[in-house]
């Protein structure tokens, strides 16, 4: 590791060459979408309000004055609190095809958590669980979808090499809306609904209200799943100020229950798909590009990251109906406006009734995403 220089990154012309660095990585990779380069900025700086509750900490690996590898260390004292099992987190990993380099970076962070307490890393999270998840472990012949990573296949045997072992899988469901649902999914979803049980869109007069209610339905449907970090008031401010322009409300399903809301979906037109060729830049003409496909040629592609079901709801018939009607809802409108396929992502490998559900609706898991943790 003697030839291999370990840079803290340490302002904007570090954190550039750290955002920039997976692109020439990937150069050779048809199916890699450099993100926005004023989105990371966005992601990567205290104006993600993650930095508010956790201490982080970015670095590149040169070699031979090229940036040839890049990691992220953080600890989320929101998740401790939940959670006080000095867990620390690594994510935004990326690096050249060297067992040298991973190993680098990986000493690095973990002796980076180690000095602050931590026993135990685990990852890639970029930066929390609430945002990007996973390394990519199946499913490299597609892009990803908004918000979604994408690894090269050689990232996985790097971090084995280095003592990572799994600690769960999550998958992303694709489904073909062009298609009909199967014969049982239909029979049960045209069924005349339940009196007390009514579907509506998204209210855009009212919508830090709306985003108040999915957010507390959010935290309680998921309060017992693996890994679970409740999403505050400010961070849940920021997604929403974030994702308003890529918000339309009939994509954005409510159910309630006697009047009360307990059930929300929400599908995102795939903004990967709109800024599949701009290499990650908006000016000279990366805007106008990205306008027109927004606006007037339209996407095909649409993905779903956040949904959720009252723990109170989600009993009994009804509360097992709830899941397929708001999917099935969203799914007509996303046809109706042009859109072929949307993605479902993530569900845990063990939440069977969710994967279930996915695939008695003709969902497919088409891509495997991996989190890994080691012992420090």
């Given at each position: 590791m003697t030839d291999i220089q370990i840079l803290p990154v340490d302002g904007k012309t570090l954190l550039n060459r750290f955002i920039r660095l997976p692109e020439r990585l990937h150069r050779g990779d048809a199916k890699y979408i450099?993100?926005?380069?004023?989105?990371?900025?966005?992601?990567?700086?205290?104006?993600?309000?993650?930095?508010?509750?956790?201490?982080?900490?970015?670095?590149?690996?040169?070699?031979?004055?090229?940036?040839?590898?890049?990691?992220?260390?953080?600890?989320?004292?929101?998740?401790?609190?939940?959670r006080p099992d000095a867990t620390g987190q690594f994510g935004m990993i990326a690096a050249e095809d060297d067992a040298e380099i991973f190993k680098a970076l990986i000493t690095t962070a973990a002796d980076w958590l180690r000095a602050r307490g931590m026993k135990r890393i685990q990852g890639p999270f970029n930066l929390n669980i609430n945002e990007e998840m996973g390394l990519l472990v199946d499913g490299f012949d597609t892009p990803p979808m908004l918000l979604m990573g994408h690894d090269l296949p050689y990232v996985a045997t790097r971090l084995e090499e280095q003592g990572f072992v799994k600690e769960k899988d999550v998958y992303a469901y694709l489904y073909d809306i062009t298609v009909d649902l199967p014969a049982g999914a239909r029979r049960l979803l045209d069924r005349p609904l339940p009196k007390e049980i009514t579907v509506r869109r998204l209210d855009l007069k009212r919508y830090d209200e709306e985003v108040r209610t999915i957010?507390?339905?959010f935290n309680d449907a998921w309060a017992n799943n693996w890994g679970f970090v409740p999403l505050s008031a400010i961070e849940t401010d920021h997604l929403a100020k974030s994702l308003k322009p890529l918000l339309d409300p009939r994509l954005v399903s409510i159910v309630e229950?006697?009047?009360?809301p307990v059930g929300f979906l929400v599908c995102l037109p795939n903004l990967n798909e709109a800024i599949r060729d701009l290499g990650g830049k908006l000016f000279p003409f990366g805007v106008v590009k990205l306008l027109w496909r927004l606006k007037v040629s339209g996407l095909k592609t649409a993905r779903v990251p956040l949904m959720g079901i009252r723990r109170k709801a989600a009993q009994g018939v009804i509360g097992k109906l709830l899941p397929f009607l708001l999917i099935d809802v969203v799914r007509k409108e996303a046809a109706k406006m042009g859109f072929t396929h949307v993605e479902l992502s993530w569900i845990l490998e063990d939440n069977m009734p969710m994967r279930h559900i996915n695939e008695s609706l003709g969902g497919v898991a088409y891509k495997t995403y991996r989190i890994y943790e080691k012992p420090l």
């Open positions: 450099a993100p926005l380069h004023l989105e990371r900025l966005d992601a990567l700086t205290p104006k993600n309000p993650f930095f508010g509750h956790a201490d982080v900490q970015f670095w590149i690996a040169c070699r031979g004055g090229r940036d040839v590898g890049r990691i992220s260390a953080q600890i989320d004292h929101q998740a401790l609190a939940v957010t507390d339905i229950q006697n009047g009360e």
